[in-house]
């Protein structure tokens, strides 16, 4: 087979044609082939590549958290203790992986008119081509979230080229994700019969969402206002099903990657079960997001008086226990208890107690903080060798609400459509229509000020688990107050004093946290009591809001400047 070679090291070196005609794009390739992209079929196959699980990571993987709403164990990323640099794994895999993106998507919008010229369908092709322009707009939308400033290229380039390319401004970039979303939205369908693919509604919610994080507020209204407009999205009737693996394309779900066990595309749920149902019972909800979640009166937990320490999970919001296992909870035919004189547990499928594998007092590698995840798990969860094939859903329609409420609230436009959002947001938690006001604490115009705050909230109770809560506090620019906060566990049972601790019921929490103004826990007074420990001490540096280039590429490149503090 004839290749022609273009290529930037940092894109990639050359593209790989299999005689199956599978795409194999390796690390660092970037290139074209005179032969390919000659028919509809051979453009198709191109665009299908770029659905890609791993073109779409998440911030949040099975036993890494990049934030504060989970830890593994005693485990800190390179980015909670500050230690990222441009020779990090996750660094060079998304600068890589969003270039391979950009590979594909230019060797497609570049070639697609011999596929026309030969006779290939225009209508067909020019769908495609729109397809194109979406992943494109969406790999320069994850550069430039990372890392600000990156090389621009839209044509084939020699290796020349580029190995003298800089940085285009990220002004620049961002008119460009706009105009390739805009190209995207103009010929995009507003759904398909059979397919999952990129619509018009995609889009439109994942332009809104880059708007969000660049800050320009107009055109988050604009595009999400748009998104409601096409009256084709609902959410979903129960929060806790819409992320199970027996819900697929579900009328909330905007833009997914299906997986599929017989295709090799899933998740190992056996990372977050509880040992006692044959999981590793880790990575955990921190504490700092179990005490996000609002009393059902709708206040935070310091300030309801139906808040109880000793009994933690009573009166919350339900997305609490539709997230985090109750304790005492028969969850999948085995009671969870954590505590630490529980040394057996029922299992409700045989009748008989068993040895609890879920408190320390027994295995000493079961949750260290008390908590496990229920939020994607069920029953389903426990067959296939723990293996889920639920869709990675990568934005949903309450995004959209909570990002149109968001971004006019900044603007301070607040009006009725802003509170309608967020408490069609929050009454589904509750099961219930939004008009129903009295059926769950409805949102009001409190003002700017404290309805922001009641936004963040909403979305840490709404978006764990779904990779959203790091580019959240990038964007707020709490990173710096939240990665200097300690990461909290119960004690271990070999230093418990029972009758100071357990016997007093504090085995738990001792007492109430305080939630501060930016609705974080602080548990510094708990820990002055002795009655807790600390599992681990974030560290942060500020040249972090933005990730560095990749070692590599500014070895070869003297072109190629490095984000400041690496």
């Not at 320390?360 to 723990?386: C, H, I, P, T």
């Not at 604490?441 to 809560?469: I, S």
């Not at 906060?485 to 504090?506: A, C, F, H, N, T």
């Amino acid at each position: 087979m004839i290749m022609k070679k273009y290529g930037l090291l940092f894109i990639g070196s050359l593209f790989a044609l299999t005689a199956c005609h599978d795409l194999d794009l390796n690390p660092l390739s970037y290139g074209s082939t005179e032969n390919w992209y000659s028919n509809e079929t051979e453009i198709r196959m191109a665009v299908n590549e770029l659905y890609k699980s791993v073109f779409w990571p998440m911030d949040e993987r099975e036993t890494t958290d990049w934030a504060d709403d989970f830890c593994y164990r005693e485990t800190l990323t390179e980015f909670q203790d500050a230690t990222l640099t441009g020779q990090s794994q996750v660094v060079s895999d998304l600068w890589s992986n969003q270039y391979k993106v950009v590979a594909y998507a230019n060797n497609v919008i570049l070639n697609a008119q011999r596929a026309i010229d030969n006779g290939g369908s225009e209508s067909a092709i020019r769908a495609l081509v729109a397809e194109a322009h979406f992943h494109r707009a969406s790999a320069y939308a994850k550069l430039s979230a990372k890392f600000g400033a990156v090389p621009l290229v839209e044509n084939s380039i020699d290796i020349e080229q580029g190995m003298t390319m800089g940085r285009t401004d990220l002004e620049t970039i961002q008119r460009f994700v706009y105009d390739e979303y805009d190209k995207a939205i103009e010929a995009l369908p507003v759904s398909y019969s059979k397919e999952l693919r990129a619509t018009k509604g995609a889009a439109l919610a994942l332009k809104a969402r880059y708007a969000l994080y660049m800050g320009d507020y107009e055109t988050v209204v604009k595009a999400t206002k748009a998104v409601m407009d096409l009256g084709v999205y609902t959410l979903h009737p129960s929060y806790r099903e819409l992320f199970l693996q027996g819900t697929k394309n579900s009328k909330e779900t905007i833009f997914c990657i299906p997986r599929s066990i017989e295709y090799g595309v899933y998740t190992n749920a056996q990372y977050p079960l509880p040992r006692n149902l044959g999981g590793y019972g880790a990575p955990n909800p921190t504490w700092d997001l179990f005490a996000a979640y609002l009393c059902v009166d709708g206040l935070p937990i310091d300030e309801s008086p139906l808040f109880d320490p000793h009994d933690p999970f009573k009166n919350r919001d339900p997305r609490c226990s539709a997230s985090i296992v109750p304790f005492g909870e028969n969850w999948l035919g085995v009671e969870y208890n954590p505590h630490p004189e529980a040394l057996e547990v029922m299992n409700y499928k045989t009748g008989q107690m068993i040895k609890n594998n879920d408190t320390r007092a027994n295995a000493q590698y079961a949750s260290y903080n008390g908590l496990v995840w229920k939020k994607g798990l069920d029953e389903s969860s426990l067959g296939n060798a723990k293996r889920s094939e639920a869709d990675r859903i990568i934005i949903r329609y309450a995004d959209v609400l909570l990002m149109y409420a968001e971004a006019k609230i900044e603007l301070d436009q607040i009006d009725q459509s802003v509170l309608d959002a967020m408490n069609e947001v929050r009454a589904r938690a509750y099961g219930v229509d939004k008009s129903e006001t009295g059926e769950y604490p409805a949102f009001t115009n409190v003002g700017q000020k404290a309805l922001r705050k009641q936004l963040r909230m909403e979305r840490r109770m709404e978006f764990p688990r779904e990779g959203l809560r790091y580019m959240d506090l990038m964007r707020w620019k709490l990173m710096d107050k939240v990665m200097t906060k300690k990461v909290y566990m119960m004690l271990y049972p070999s230093s418990l004093l029972i009758e100071k601790v357990v016997r007093e019921g504090d085995w738990f929490w001792p007492f109430v946290p305080d939630i501060d103004e930016d609705g974080l826990a602080d548990f510094s007074k708990m820990e002055a009591t002795g009655k807790i420990a600390v599992a681990g001490e974030k560290a942060w540096n500020d040249r972090q809001y933005l990730w560095p280039i990749p070692t590599t590429e500014i070895q070869i490149n003297a072109n190629m400047k490095q984000n400041p503090g690496y």
